[in-house]
């Protein structure tokens, strides 16, 4: 065999993997995400219990105001309260099957966008308080894993990641950047809903990006 035919046939693999990763991601829509605009919706999100449920809903499927209560080590009556809360607001729905207080209810959208300076400025400090909290909420995770990381397998104590670099962009490449790392994620979107398309060993995992500019240097950079 030609000494450099392996190498060749890596090659050969490495950029069939490549075509097929390429293949799976022109097949992907975008995920249509809730666009939220109005102050009393981006209120209704920002609590943290009614986060909780969102999350849950979302992981484990439609379920009880019982049983969601139980899961959240909140009691019945509160958990129903924010259930129908966030009906009111179109973020959560009944489910088929059950009745009363045994009806399920599941999550309508897999996610939300909203704008922290769109609309007047009573709506901005709306959706500004409710970026912080989710903000706070990811910080809170983060140290969570910190905590428990030495309890999962080292497969998943070195796949885990954390990166903060320093970058020059313009608002347009910034923009850009946001949408390319939104893109990659959406690959992932459909696991969230569709129980049946997580693969063994998976877990649910935590990805937070952020990108902004920085206060310039006092020589302007």
């Keep these: 065999m030609h000494p450099f035919a392996n190498i060749d046939l890596a090659r050969q693999e490495v950029g069939e993997r490549t075509a097929r990763a ?20 981006m209120r209704a999100l920002a609590h943290p219990v009614r986060v909780a449920l969102l999350d849950l809903l979302g992981r484990d499927g439609p379920m009880t105001a019982t049983a969601a ?26 489910a088929p099957g059950g009745r009363g207080r045994q009806r399920p209810w599941r999550r309508v959208s897999p996610g939300h966008s909203w704008d ?30 910190e905590a428990t990381r030495a309890t999962y397998s080292q497969g998943w104590r ?42 063994d060993g998976a877990l649910p995992v935590a990805i937070v990006a952020t990108g902004h500019p920085l206060t310039p240097t006092p020589s302007g950079n």
């Design 116 to 145: 922290d300076d769109a609309g007047d400025a009573a709506t901005a400090a709306v959706a500004q308080s409710l970026s912080r909290h989710l903000a706070q909420r990811a910080i809170d995770r983060r140290e969570t894993w």
């Design 69 to 94: 209560g139980e899961a959240l080590g909140e009691s019945p009556a509160n958990a129903s309260f924010h259930l129908r809360t966030l009906a009111k607001h179109g973020f959560v729905e009944e």
């Design 158 to 199: 070195e796949a885990a990641f954390t990166f903060d670099t320093l970058v020059y962009l313009t608002d347009d490449e910034l923009r850009s950047v946001g949408q390319e790392i939104m893109a990659i994620v959406d690959r992932y979107v459909e696991r969230v809903a569709d129980r049946t398309t997580r693969p």
């Design 22 to 41: 390429d293949r799976r991601t022109e097949l992907v829509a975008p995920v249509e995400r809730r666009r939220v605009t109005d102050a009393m919706e």
